[in-house]
T-cell receptor
Framework: AQSVTQLDSQVPVFEEAPVELRCNYS??????LFWYVQYPNQGLQLLLK??????LVESINGFEAEFNKSQTSFHLRKPSVHISDTAEYFC?????????????FGQGTTLQVKP | NAGVTQTPKFRVLKTGQSMTLLCAQD?????MYWYRQDPGMGLRLIHY???????AKGEVPDGYNVSRLKKQNFLLGLESAAPSQTSVYFC??????????????FGPGTRLTVL
């Protein structure tokens, strides 16, 4: 069975500071990895995903995540955060061999950006 | 395009009452999903559908039923609501060319309280 652990439930940070949101997964099969973001009172939207190739993936708004197979991690980073990045961030995995698209989500990390 | 819409946005039920949540998508997506979001637990899959007329159980299906009579609609039913079903419910859809890698598009959510 697959599982996803987000090690921090809340991450407070000041504006323009760097941030890292940690994600570890457990799976006996190959997986694809996703980060979704949920802004206040909205549904989730995809931030970025790792499918194959380069282990470093980037989003259009400056976030990046690195797939580390040996450490089974997919941590999300941003070198300088903005107030508008305040949101809840979810790491998720899907089984690469499956045909259902089922996602297993982590518990979520609330990023609080302070002025 | 409206994307994924959910009806209603809020609902308060008494224990034992029944209700149906409606999810609609206008993107011609094959796959649809129902999740529930609870504090500290992330999102958990309730039921999903890989096409019109099909449904399957997810991680936490007990107490819920679903139907997919039309491709664009996915209904979630609670026959006899319980306080443990107090949650925020999200619907999502994906195109399904490669389900495990596809982006899921989420609705805005339905906040349900069962007294």
């Amino acid at each position: 069975a697959q599982s996803v652990t987000q090690l921090d439930s809340q991450v407070p940070v000041f504006e323009e500071a760097p941030v890292e949101l940690r994600c570890n997964y457990s799976s006996s099969v190959s997986v694809y990895l996703f980060w979704y973001v949920q802004y206040p009172n909205q549904g989730l939207q995809l931030l970025l995903k790792y499918l194959s190739g380069s282990t470093l993936v980037e989003s259009i708004n400056g976030f990046e995540a690195e797939f580390n197979k040996s450490q089974t991690s997919f941590h999300l980073r941003k070198p300088s955060v903005h107030i508008s990045d305040t949101a809840e961030y979810f790491c998720a995995v899907s089984e690469s061999a499956g045909n259902t698209g089922k996602l297993i989500f982590g518990q979520g990390t609330t990023l609080q950006v302070k002025p | 395009n409206a994307g994924v819409t959910q009806t209603p946005k809020f609902r308060v039920l008494k224990t034992g009452q029944s209700m149906t949540l409606l999810c609609a998508q206008d993107m011609n997506h094959e796959y649809m999903y129902w999740y529930r979001q609870d504090p500290g637990m992330g999102l958990r899959l309730i039921h999903y559908s890989v096409g019109e007329g099909t449904t399957a159980k997810g991680e936490v299906p007990d107490g819920y039923n679903v139907s997919r009579l039309k491709k664009q609609n996915f209904l979630l039913g609670l026959e006899s609501a319980a306080p443990s079903q107090t949650s925020v419910y999200f619907c999502a859809s994906s195109y399904s060319r490669a389900p495990s890698t596809d982006t899921q598009y989420f609705g805005p959510g339905t906040r349900l309280t069962v007294l």
